[in-house]
């Protein structure tokens, strides 16, 4: 039996990435890709999941949910790493659909048409997350499993000394969502940093001939020569990438129970996880957090994951 999941994301090449893996796993069941803001603006993480979608043309096409704009101007972006419309700067087309539903509605539908099966994984900010909770507070009862994507247990932030991305660009959400009595998985960056792919990954990846190589081999150049420019490394980490794998094959990491918070203020702490190791009745444990993983056997994974994409396509 398949299982349900929704992708949450901020598209961003490594999100990208992450939705061809899933959409063509013969585990899994993609009902919906919401969009939300984050590494580029919310229209345009709306229009890059509609155009990964006709780039790839699944089978079956799940349900789209827009994000929403923001109360307030997203602190940063990633359009240095991801390009200006996030994909490369490809500029790939996108046919409008008519249907525009709230990504927080579309989540809380199809959370509760299965209750209890859906596994969401969120590779962007908790925004869609959080206001999924405030439309539907019983969501916890009947949401499967929140793989999220983000944070730092002991490595360095990557948008500021102490933050990672994700939680950075809304901490408040992430708060709620940390907080909340969701069965939550985190991947923070301790774990997908672990996990590289060399300049060799690109010869591994499928060719042009289908339609998910073609895709790949026009947006992955993108994101080694922007590392390589603004973060001087020799090689990129397709964090989402590694997130999903944690959902798909969690024996490919250690995982620890932790009781883990956000910082939502502060110069040089916004957006900060903090996690109470003190043995304290206060301390209990909200999440299991991906504390390590075997690196070549992850990308292997998406490796495999992007094998059958292309046989699909
Ligand atoms: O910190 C990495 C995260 O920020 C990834 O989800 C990447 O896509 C960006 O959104
Ligand atoms: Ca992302």
């Given at each position: 039996m398949t299982r349900k999941v929704i992708i949450d994301c901020d598209p961003g090449i490594d999100d990208a990435v992450a939705l061809c893996m899933a959409l063509f796993d013969p585990r899994l069941e993609v009902v919906a890709v919401t969009a939300v803001g984050g590494n580029v603006s919310p229209e345009q993480a709306t229009r890059n999941v509609q155009a990964i979608l006709d780039q790839l043309d699944p089978p079956r096409r799940p349900r789209i949910g827009c994000a929403g704009e923001t109360a307030n101007p997203?602190?940063?972006?990633?359009?240095?790493?991801?390009?200006?419309?996030?994909?490369?700067?490809?500029?790939?087309?996108?046919?409008?659909?008519?249907q525009r539903h709230p990504a927080e509605k579309v989540i809380c539908d199809e959370v509760r048409a299965a209750p209890n099966q859906v596994t969401v994984v969120a590779c962007g900010p908790l925004t869609n997350i959080a206001r999924a909770l405030m439309r539907d507070p019983d969501l916890p009862s009947v949401i499967g499993q929140l793989v999220i994507m983000g944070?730092?247990?002991?490595?360095?932030?990557?948008?500021?000394?102490?933050?990672?991305?994700?939680?950075?660009?809304?901490?408040?959400?992430?708060?709620?969502?940390f907080r909340s009595a969701m069965t939550k998985t985190l991947v923070p960056l301790d774990v997908t940093t672990q996990v590289v792919q060399t300049f060799d990954f690109l010869d591994q990846i499928p060719d042009?001939?289908?339609?998910?190589?073609s895709f790949l081999r026009k947006t992955l150049p993108y994101l080694y020569r922007s590392h390589r420019q603004y973060l001087?490394?020799?090689?990129?980490?397709?964090?989402?990438?590694?997130?999903?794998?944690?959902?798909?094959?969690?024996?490919?990491?250690?995982?620890?129970?932790?009781?883990?918070?956000?910082?939502?203020?502060?110069?040089?702490?916004?957006?900060?996880?903090?996690?109470?190791?003190?043995?304290l009745p206060q301390s209990r444990p909200n999440m299991e957090v991906a504390v390590s993983a075997d690196g070549a056997a992850v990308t292997d994974c998406i490796l495999r994951s992007l094998g059958e994409a292309a046989r699909a396509t």
């Open positions: 997203l602190p940063a972006d990633a359009r240095h790493i991801f390009g200006n419309d996030g994909l490369g700067n490809n500029d790939f087309p996108c046919i409008e659909h008519h944070g730092t247990v002991s490595a360095p932030g990557n948008v500021t000394p102490a933050a990672e991305f994700n939680i950075y660009c809304d901490p408040a959400s992430a708060r709620t969502v042009e001939s289908s339609r998910a190589g001087g490394e020799e090689g990129i980490h397709l964090h989402d990438a590694v997130a999903l794998v944690a959902a798909t094959d969690r024996e490919l990491f250690e995982l620890k129970q932790m009781s883990g918070d956000v910082e939502v203020s502060g110069e040089l702490t916004r957006g900060a996880t903090v996690f109470d190791r003190r043995r």
